[in-house]
């Protein structure tokens, strides 16, 4: 990607703070593990996809992360409501008493597509998880949304995050990113 | 040590002393005589087809390379120079020609020899160097049905011996299907908290926790509990030299978890070959409630078709790769359907999964306390309840909820710890 096409000409500030503010509520409503209320910011045909990363050299065709691969996540809306139905289970031992968490979403970028309804963003996520009196870990990922405006409201019509971890340095992926 | 590890379990009254997951000496000895001793699972052969391939996994804690020579034989080398002891494969899968360490430029061939030096003719003016003599040092390697085992024990059992009897019962997944298995693409790896032998010994026998656990997962599946398992009349704890199942043998009652009907019909449909080439028993375990492990450290959830391996990384913390195996001749959507179904269950973001990684890591870490740590641990359940079986080998213990195969594996761990590595071990 040249310079010039890696940066954005047609900058819309509106439409820019739009999505930071929609990723700020997104975050607000994870750390609050509002999940129902996460999964109406979804289209009904999302996919959201978290993919495993390996080290792979430079030579190497094959990515360090690729579709028929193995995921933390590769959802459709059907299977992220039966996550959110286990968080809501009340039977959920290893959240009770809750993770603090504290997402943080950065470094928003806005793409108009063809479609005028749907746009690309780019963000950096970041979150800190905290169990009991446990030190907690800090996952780091870079996002690429598809977002679709529906009825006015923009709506996650596809995510792909990838993890700057190859090894996950915990022990589960207890929430959204 | 002047600790006697035959005091730490007294498998006849069901005791295990907590010291054993938490003691640093009682690890360095396990890493001697467990890790570099026993055949430890390294690779698929699906993952290696032509020279060149490789993927790069531990053994204990040490690191190697499990490659495919030209000569299609594969090869298990110690990630290590012998110059001065750099790393010379640094990705943990792909395709090369060679192996060469970035510090001095060393280069060996996929066999492990060395097959060139930086600055060569400094070394051929050395009295006494001769590029013959040094390579990667090689494991000795073997397969079963596609698994490839490697093992650095100088005077090793066949892995047939090894693996003994286990092999019936491994059968029932390794062979349900003429094609054989492969794994789909690519790993997940992840760290616990917890004791290497706390994860390898729950799905060696651990079918209690699973209806408690994971009541959230069933709940989210199913909107039910795991059916009761103590009074299934056709479940089953067997286990062979350390390694465990435990199972019933409802056919599909792991694989429904995957949540894809087009699963259950795949193994309904195949039930009758399946009996045809494995007998009526082994055809009802193809998808059961089940899990196993081979000792020390490999295990996996038949159904789910998740494969693990619990990597030591000293005595207080794991870490676990998972693949997800399946049959090469199933169709490409089942493949799948499998490997989203098992990621979705069975791994850090598994909503089965997520639950055992909480109880293990504080299993592990309560015992920083003196005084907890001096508080026995309770394996009896079971006692007493072993039978003769007229199908199924080796030690056959009536009813899944059963801490037989806990205690199988711990005096399978004892044993080696107890036993001497001969003079050559670990050279």
């Known amino acids: ?177 | 040590m002047s600790v006697d590890v035959n005091d730490l379990i007294d498998m006849d009254r069901g005791r295990v002393d907590r010291s054993i997951f938490w003691n640093d000496d009682l690890y360095q000895l396990e890493l001697e005589r467990i890790f570099a001793r026993c055949w430890l699972f390294v690779a698929h052969e699906s993952q290696l087809s032509k020279p060149g391939d490789f993927v790069t996994t531990w053994m204990g804690e040490d690191h190697v390379i499990v490659v495919r020579d030209r000569s299609g034989v594969n090869q298990v080398l110690l990630n290590t120079c012998p110059h001065r002891g750099n790393r010379v494969c640094h990705a943990e899968v792909g395709q090369v020609r060679g192996f060469v360490c970035n510090y001095h430029g060393w280069s060996f061939g996929l066999d492990g020899k060395l097959r060139g030096v930086y600055e060569a003719p400094a070394f051929e003016r050395t009295p006494g160097f001769d590029m013959g003599d040094i390579g990667l040092k090689t494991a000795s390697v073997a397969a079963y049905k596609g698994l490839i085992f490697a093992t650095f024990d100088p005077d090793p059992p066949t892995l047939e011996d090894f693996l003994g009897d286990f092999r019936w019962y491994l059968d029932v997944i390794l062979d349900n299907d003429p094609d054989g298995t492969e794994f789909v693409g690519g790993s997940i790896r992840s760290v616990l908290a917890c004791n290497w032998k706390i994860a390898s010994e729950n799905f060696a026998g651990d079918a209690l926790h699973a209806g408690w656990t994971h009541e959230s997962a069933a709940q989210a599946l199913f909107g039910q509990s795991v059916p009761r398992l103590s009074d299934d009349p056709d479940s089953f704890a067997a286990n062979v030299n350390g390694h465990g199942w435990e199972f019933n043998l409802d056919l599909v009652g792991n694989a429904a978890t995957l949540g894809d009907r087009q699963i259950l019909r795949y193994l309904r449909e195949r039930e009758r070959e399946v009996t045809e080439r494995l007998g009526e028993i082994r055809s009802r375990m193809v998808g059961s409630i089940s899990s196993a492990n081979v000792f020390p450290n490999l295990s996996f959830l038949p159904g789910q078709n998740a494969f693990r391996t619990w990597h030591p990384r000293g005595p207080r913390t794991s870490e676990l790769q998972t693949w997800v195996l399946v049959n090469k001749g199933m169709p490409e959507e089942l493949k799948v359907a499998y490997r989203k179904g098992a990621m979705r269950t069975f791994s850090p973001s598994g909503v089965f999964e997520m639950d055992d990684g909480e109880n293990w890591e504080y299993s592990t870490q309560a015992n920083q306390g003196f005084v907890t740590r001096n508080q026995p641990l309770y394996y009896g359940l079971g006692l007493g309840t072993e039978i003769e079986h007229p199908d199924m080998p080796g030690h056959v213990f009536r009813g899944q909820i059963n801490d037989a195969n806990q205690r199988a594996f711990y005096r399978r761990w004892a044993e080696l710890l107890t036993d001497p590595p001969t003079a050559a071990s670990g050279r």
């Open chain 1, 1 to 177: 990607m040249t310079g010039e096409r890696a940066r954005n000409v047609d900058f819309d500030a509106v439409l820019a703070l739009e999505v930071a503010a929609f990723y700020a509520l997104e975050a607000r409503l994870l750390d609050g593990e509002r999940y129902p209320e996460w999964l109406e910011l979804l289209t009904a045909d999302v996919h959201y996809w978290i993919p495993g990363v390996e080290n792979r050299y430079r030579a190497d065709r094959t990515c360090s992360y690729s579709a028929d691969h193995m995921a933390y996540f590769d959802d459709t809306l059907e299977d992220l409501r039966m996550r959110v139905a286990r968080f809501q289970s009340g039977a959920a031992f290893a959240e009770d008493p809750p993770t603090r968490h504290v997402h943080v979403v950065s470094n928003v970028e806005v793409e108009a597509t063809p479609d005028p309804q749907e746009l690309v963003a780019h963000s950096v996520v970041i979150d800190y998880r905290n169990r009991g009196d446990q030190v907690g870990d800090t996952l780091y990922g870079r996002r690429e949304d598809r977002l679709r405006r529906v009825d006015g409201n923009l709506l996650i019509a596809r995510r792909r995050v990838v993890l700057a971890h190859s090894v996950l340095p915990s022990k589960n992926l207890n929430t959204f990113l």
